[in-house]
């Protein structure tokens, strides 16, 4: 459907391009016809855009399950082609002529309409400017969701394996968030007691990463632990399967939830257990989940979100805002993963106009520079290489 919108908007701005009298009237040399041919500047810019996106769209439209992500994108860009639509009628009535009218008319009306180009061109940017607005999200947005995994990450274009193990040396930023993290967790572990602790932030701001390089730390101190990467689109039977896995504990597939649920607890019970619960949407996962853990142990729960209602879910102050990094920590942690090849990981002089422009795109998150960076360090460090990245 998408696609089909966006194929006939592709042929009225063609119609619009290829009129005669658009035509002759630029080739007129005056400020009317600058306006004009401004306008023609901004029609083009959509019609290039908009063929790249029906090619996208007919590829994505082959698959039945798309994310969500996707299905935002092409309702955003569906809008912007009616609108789109909007201006190229306007434009296309406004310079229609009368056959039986002469040149002088012709000029005099153009000349009339000289606040309309005006005001069609800057209407035609604002347009192209959220086209670009929206690509950008959805990119951005579509790779968090595709390196979301940091044990083990799964590129779907591709049948390779992509293994990402977080380093202290790629924590920048946030070493004194993973000190109080790690104390939260260890501390008090001879009492009985349970407690929970939150990571919340926009995505990509590296909440998995850090919760996963300290949850690999500290297992080591309990009897038991599980990480469960949740989603949005979760099924609490689903989890509770995750859960048994984790846990190494053997159950049938079919299994009742009911059942799920005994096998759970009584395997922690009397143990000194630490739960992740990775990727958390609603407060109701936790509600859904909560009788499969017993309340007489020792026990520690990590919960990372987007949302600030399930950050609430923490004991006491235990939680934690993730921000995107400053320029400082951005620049360092692009400089460790991109020459990491190198002794003194630094950047050539010659490569910094390069290096702050990737940055500039990375918006100060993690999993962005940690892509770019990767992908550098495979490349030789010379100006043209990188201005081809």
């Not at 306006?35 to 029609?43: K, T, V």
């Not at 008319?105 to 061109?121: D, F, M, Q």
């Not at 083990?152 to 977080?166: C, E, G, K, V």
Request: net charge neutral; glycine share 4%; with cysteine.
């Amino acid at each position: 459907m998408a696609e089909a919108i966006v194929g006939l908007l592709i042929s009225k701005i063609g119609v619009a391009l290829g009129n005669k009298a658009a035509t002759y009237a630029m080739s007129q040399i005056s400020n009317e016809a600058s306006d004009l041919r401004s306008l023609f500047g901004e029609i083009h810019k959509p019609k290039e855009e908009l063929e790249s996106i029906k090619a996208y769209l007919r590829d994505i439209e082959k698959y039945k399950d798309i994310s969500e992500t996707t299905h935002i994108f092409i309702k955003n860009i569906r809008h912007l082609a009616f609108r789109i639509e909007d201006v190229i009628d306007e434009f296309t009535y406004k310079l229609e002529d009368d056959k039986y009218v002469g040149f002088a008319s012709k000029t005099r009306k153009r000349v009339r309409n000289v606040h309309i180009w005006k005001r069609l061109a800057l209407e035609l940017r604002h347009i192209n400017a959220e086209i670009e607005d929206a690509t950008r999200r959805r990119d951005r947005y579509a790779m968090v969701g595709s390196w979301r995994n940091n044990d083990l990450i799964h590129q779907n274009r591709s049948a390779n394996r992509i293994i990402y193990i977080p380093r202290k040396e790629d924590l920048v930023g946030i070493e004194d968030i993973v000190d109080k993290i790690k104390r939260w967790l260890v501390s008090d572990l001879d009492g009985r007691n349970t407690k929970t602790i939150t990571v919340w932030g926009m995505g990509g701001v590296g909440k998995t990463t850090l919760v996963d390089y300290v949850y690999n730390i500290v297992n080591v101190n309990f009897d038991a632990a599980a990480w469960i990467t949740v989603s949005k689109n979760h099924q609490v039977e689903d989890l509770l399967n995750k859960i048994c896995k984790e846990l190494a504990i053997s159950v049938d597939t079919n299994m009742e939830m009911r059942n799920l649920v005994t096998f759970s607890r009584n395997h922690l019970e009397g143990k000194r257990y630490i739960i992740v619960l990775d990727d958390v949407w609603e407060v109701d996962v936790w509600i859904n989940i909560m009788d499969v853990f017993p309340t007489n142990c020792i026990s520690r729960f990590v919960i990372t979100s987007r949302k600030y209602e399930v950050a609430s879910l923490a004991t006491g102050n235990c939680t934690v805002k993730l921000d995107p990094l400053a320029l400082n920590h951005s620049y360092e942690l692009f400089c460790k993963l991109a020459f990491r090849y190198c002794e003194d990981k630094s950047c050539p002089l010659e490569l910094c106009e390069l290096a702050a422009k990737f940055l500039l795109k990375c918006e100060g998150l993690p999993i962005a520079i940690a892509c770019i960076g990767r992908l550098l360090s495979c490349k030789p460090p010379t100006y043209s290489i990188w201005d081809n990245v």
